[in-house]
């Protein structure tokens, strides 16, 4: 029982960590319509970006990962707004030039970095302890911030005039656009905000996960799989889906042991992309 | 790109037979060298080239696929296991079984995946070769787990034992012959009908076109080429292992694909042979020849949509032997291919 309760708040945990990084990755498919190979490489940035500010300029870690979550969403702003709104309508160039983004990113991390782990570890350390089970006082910390985090986007989506813009660009692009709404102005933006949220979450997570040049790989694996199951381009179903996901993992990993809880993952969301492709929660966005 | 007019289908016979020449003339290496680093690099350009003709293949009829590393995994560890447990060692028959068994499995995947189309066709075959590598891990039974396949006996070609150096290069360039000119038939063949697959999948449809069939024998045939380049690595590499496949591994073959042009047959050969050459000459091993790569891709999709050779012939071949370019249904398809089925909405 006590194990069930200790496993069940990694699995909530993970899912917040999921959920932040599924919702920028389905921002992006939703308005966009792009599939952002590149998403896990935000994620290292944010990881790295925190680490060298802490390590190089002596900021406080918690300014380092606001720090961390600017520079990736300025950065996703350019690549938006430079390289790939030129291409913005051909779903595999677009799919090409994130992947190519991904590739430099991952190998620039190396060059600059090398290979090994840096020396990067989260400021707070310390367990909570309950009635039979304890948490890691790091990961209550990045649970809440990923919580606040959800909230904040939720907000933003469903109750601000910018949301909405961007809730009718995904809806109709044609109609949104003849309404007065300028995609120019909006794409790049949103680009950005999707990437901020990965560089805020590699910033928060790498620190106890780790950091190296390619932890992105599993990170852009497991976006895929929540924003499948979710339903590419549902905001609601990438959320529901990234805890099933995070809570898949933690018992699996705790009560199963290797891979076969990511097999079985891998299997549904295959079984899924076949028979109903828009996801448990979508509408097709974009034809199948 | 998919325009059916003759200057094209003339530069694609071309083309198509220009790669299989050159591939093999091949065979002269192992006679005007002994330098193993020079069959190493020879080995490794021909598997490469043989994997992104399955891309090239696929592109054919506008899908993009991740799935060349599961084929090549069925492909070599068919091999590997028919050597190792069954005894087999002739080249001809590992190759058949290298070849049909991907061909097979991929008969009754298509059947569900190839419904999808545009991004969503890419998302399944990502997902594949993700299961592929739990896969192999997760049955150590067949596959040997982590530890992979080890010590197979040497192939033979009417009992005569081909271990050496020079007999796995020969080996390689006998594969990749077989691809290319398996390749060559297929996409010759069927050219009309992947075009108009490739240019609007419901018009081909609606005018009688059984798409369906050619899909399904596309991706059969596409999944075959990878299974005979997962055999020549397998042969090269003397052991059968999850890492020879991993997922991120068919983003290089999608890369010489690209980069070469994915017009004509040549764009994969001369993309395969430039970049693994590029990334020894330069000693941009491992991790640096990605850099290379991802910068090229992002050139070649904003500045050279027609990949190198795409872009070469276009300067030079004659001027006056391009009649001018009839405009295509769909000209927005420039580039990777626009899906314009999938643009449609319900």
């Known amino acids: ?3 069930i309760v200790a496993t069940g708040l990694i699995g909530i945990s993970l899912g917040a960590q999921y959920a932040l990084l599924a919702l920028g990755f389905t921002l992006i498919f939703g308005i966009l319509g792009v599939v952002n190979f590149a998403h896990g490489g935000f994620y290292v940035l944010g990881g790295y970006l925190a680490y060298s500010a802490v390590t190089y300029l002596g900021v406080p870690y918690a300014l380092a990962v606001i720090a961390a979550a600017l520079g990736t969403t300025a950065l996703g702003y350019l690549f938006e707004r430079f390289v790939l709104d030129r291409v913005i309508d051909d779903h595999l160039a677009t799919l090409m030039l994130t992947l190519g983004l991904y590739l430099m990113m991952s190998s620039g991390f190396l060059v600059l970095f090398g290979p090994q782990s840096p020396a990067f570890s989260f400021p707070l350390t310390g367990v909570l302890r309950g009635h039979g089970f304890y948490v890691p006082i790091e990961n209550l910390v990045v649970l809440v911030v990923c919580l606040v985090g959800i909230l904040l986007i939720y907000a933003l989506i469903y109750h601000t005039d910018f949301g909405r813009a961007l809730r009718a660009l995904a809806d109709d692009r044609a109609v949104a656009t003849a309404q007065g709404l300028r995609p120019k102005l909006l794409f790049p933006t949103a680009f950005a905000l999707a990437t901020g949220l990965a560089g805020l979450t590699g910033a928060l997570v790498t620190p106890i996960l780790s950091l190296a040049p390619h932890v992105g790989d599993p990170v852009l694996a497991t976006s895929f799989l929540i924003v499948i199951l979710g339903g590419l381009g549902s905001i609601g179903g990438a959320t529901v889906a990234a805890f099933i996901v995070g809570m898949v993992e933690a018992f699996s990993a705790v009560y199963l042991g290797g891979s076969k809880g990511a097999l079985a993952l891998f299997v549904l969301v295959l079984i899924m992309l076949v028979v109903r492709p828009s996801g448990l929660f979508g509408h097709r966005v974009r034809g199948a | 790109m998919a325009s059916i007019d003759l200057g094209t289908a003339r530069s694609g016979a071309i083309a198509e037979t220009a790669s299989v020449i050159i591939i093999a003339a091949a065979f002269v290496i192992p006679w005007i060298s002994q330098n193993p680093a020079i069959y190493s690099l020879a080995n490794q350009i021909l598997i490469g080239v043989t994997a992104a003709f399955s891309v090239y293949i696929m592109l054919r009829m506008n899908l993009m696929t991740f799935a060349v590393p599961t084929f090549m995994a069925i492909g070599g560890y068919t091999a590997a296991i028919l050597g190792l447990r069954h005894g087999v060692t002739d080249v001809v028959l590992l190759g058949i079984a290298s070849f049909m068994v991907p061909a097979l499995f991929a008969l009754p995947l298509g059947a569900l995946v190839l419904r999808l189309t545009g991004v969503y066709f890419v998302l399944v075959t990502f997902v594949l070769t ?6 192999l891990f997760e049955m150590p039974g067949w596959t040997g787990g982590a530890n992979g396949l080890v010590g197979m006996p ?3 070609l009417f009992g005569i ?11 390689t360039i006998g594969l990749a012959l077989t ?4 390749t060559a038939a297929v996409t010759r063949g069927l050219r009309q009908h992947f075009a108009a697959i490739e240019e609007n999948e419901l018009l081909a449809q609606s005018l009688g076109l059984v798409v369906w069939h050619y899909k399904a024998f596309g991706f059969a045939v596409a999944a075959g080429v990878s299974g005979l380049a ?3 690595l397998v042969n090269m590499l003397l052991t059968a292992h999850p890492t020879s496949f991993s997922a991120l591994s068919s983003v290089n073959y999608i890369a010489y694909t690209i980069i070469g042009g994915k017009g004509t047959m040549l764009g994969p050969v001369v ?3 430039l ?11 491992g991790e640096f020849s990605q850099l290379l790569f991802g910068f090229l891709i992002v050139v070649v999709v904003l500045a050279a949509r027609e990949g190198i050779v795409g872009t070469a012939s276009r300067f030079v071949v004659l001027p006056s032997s391009r009649a001018p370019r009839r405009p295509t249904i769909n000209p927005g398809s420039g580039a990777l291919g626009a899906p314009a089925a999938t643009e449609s909405r319900p």
């Not at chain 2, 034992?161 to 080996?171: F, I, K, P, Q, S």
């Open chain 2, 230 to 232: 997962g055999f020549a």
């Open chain 2, 130 to 135: 993700e299961i592929t590598q739990l896969l």
């Open chain 1, 1 to 3: 029982m006590e194990g």
């Open chain 2, 271 to 273: 993309g395969g042979a």
């Open chain 2, 161 to 171: 034992e081909l271990g050496d150096n020079r007999a796995v290069l020969l080996v």
């Open chain 2, 179 to 182: 691809g290319a000119l398996i």
């Open chain 2, 275 to 285: 970049l693994i050459w590029a990334g020894d000459i330069f000693s941009l091993r």
């Open chain 2, 154 to 156: 040497a192939v033979t």
